[in-house]
Structures are given as structure tokens and as C-alpha cells.
């Protein structure tokens, strides 16, 4: 299957300060990328739609300013949780639609964000 | 209601027996239906993919979609303690724009014993 790479696995920040996320379509195109959230004992909670070359469309309750998102290529999508407080510390997945297939996602390794 | 029902578990089995996992879903908009494996602190992975009502087998794995009866299963045979996971449902409605959103189930934890 696909494969998609997701940087850092973990991560632990102070509060305040921000943290990068990438995301990254090895062998194949993926116009569309999805960031989600996931708490413990949890389901996957959709934070928003990464979309290459636009603005991404977040979901009802997530702050844009807070989880900026760039898709600047097909292949890549990164995500910045800025000014992090404890709050923000999760799992965070991401996934990747083949441009021009069906709709199952790929999804990358997950990033723990621990913030202290 | 929520879009989609999976009971969270946890469920245990023996070695070596059938399992069945299952997901009801209210919305008669969704085509497509996956099911993910994700272990501890991973993210999922890919097990089955399904559009429309029928049975798909893969190895161990069949999946079932019964759209009259918006239900979903999938079954796992002769199961081995590599298997215990956490198995997500997922649907969508369709390849573009918020249609083509996966809806996630909550997740049932799997764990089966030697």
C-alpha cells in the first residue's frame, strides 16, 4: 500500500512555544491530506482538510490561528501548533488521499506531543 | 444518534477462534467503507477496503456490508495474538469535497490470548 511518513513520532515542547509536524506522501501524489487529533481511548477527531496549493478548511471548534496547516506540494503538508499549552497534548495523525483514486486514506505513524 | 456506532470493548478471545467486529452507521449517503488496525501509539493501518454492499475476503479477513441494514462487520479467522489491536471502522460518502470525509468509528480494542 501507500506510504506515508509523519515526523516528528514524538515530540515535547515547552509551553509557549510552537511545533512543527510533517507530513509526507512517499510514492505516491496526494492532493488532499487530513490532520486529526486523538485523545486517549479515543477516535480519530478530524481537525481539519489540507488541500495542496489552498487554504485548509478546519472543522467546527478548531482554532485556525492556533493549528496552521501548509500543503505547499503533493507530497507534503506540514502542521504548527502554535503557542502550545498542555491542553494541546495529544496524538496527532495524519493521512493522505492518492490523487486521482479512491477514497481510502493512508495514514502516517501518529506524532505524540507532549507539552510541559 | 451518531454517524457511526462501534462498540469500544474491550474484547478478549482464545487463540485460534472467529472473531466479529462490527459498526452501524445512520447515514445512507456512505459508499465506501474501510476498516484500520491501529496498534498501541501507531497510526492506523489499512486493513479492507469495500464500496457498496457485499463481501470482501483478504487472507483472514472478510468484510461485510449490509446497506439495507446500514451494518458493517468484519470477521477475523483463526486469530492469533499478533492481532490484538484496536480495529476503527470508516465510511464516506464519496471521493470529493466533504463527502469524501472518512467518519470514524470509536474503536473496538481486540486482544487475543495464546
Known amino acids: 500500500g501507500a506510504v506515508v511518513s509523519q515526523h516528528p513520532s514524538r515530540v515535547i515542547c515547552k509551553s509557549g512555544t510552537s511545533v512543527k509536524i510533517e507530513c509526507r506522501s512517499l510514492d505516491f501524489q496526494a492532493t488532499t491530506m487530513f490532520w486529526y487529533r486523538q485523545f486517549p481511548k479515543q477516535s480519530l477527531m478530524l481537525m481539519a482538510t489540507s488541500n495542496e496549493g489552498s487554504k485548509a478548511t478546519y472543522e467546527q471548534g478548531v482554532e485556525k490561528d492556533k493549528f496552521l496547516i501548509n500543503h505547499a506540494s503533493l507530497t507534503l503538508s506540514t502542521l504548527t501548533v502554535t503557542s502550545a499549552h498542555p491542553e494541546d497534548s495529544s496524538f496527532y495523525i495524519c493521512?493522505?488521499?492518492?490523487?486521482?483514486?479512491?477514497?481510502?486514506?493512508?495514514f502516517g505513524q501518529g506524532t505524540r506531543l507532549t507539552v510541559v | 444518534q451518531k454517524e457511526v456506532e462501534q462498540d469500544p470493548g474491550p474484547l478478549s478471545v482464545p487463540e485460534g477462534a472467529i472473531v466479529s467486529l462490527n459498526c452501524t452507521y445512520s447515514?445512507?449517503?456512505?459508499?465506501?467503507f474501510m476498516w484500520y488496525r491501529q496498534y498501541s501509539r501507531k497510526g492506523p493501518e489499512l486493513l479492507m477496503y469495500?464500496?457498496?454492499?457485499g463481501n470482501k475476503e483478504d487472507g483472514r479477513f472478510t468484510a461485510q456490508v449490509d446497506k439495507s441494514s446500514k451494518y458493517i462487520s468484519l470477521f477475523i479467522r483463526d486469530s492469533q495474538p499478533s492481532d490484538s489491536a484496536t480495529y476503527l471502522c470508516a465510511m464516506s460518502g464519496g471521493y470529493g469535497g466533504s463527502q469524501g470525509n472518512l467518519i470514524f468509528g470509536k474503536g473496538t480494542k481486540l486482544s487475543v490470548k495464546p
Open positions: 469495500t464500496y457498496s454492499s
Open positions: 493521512s493522505a488521499r492518492v490523487t486521482g483514486g479512491n477514497t481510502e486514506a493512508f
Open positions: 447515514n445512507s449517503a456512505f459508499q465506501y
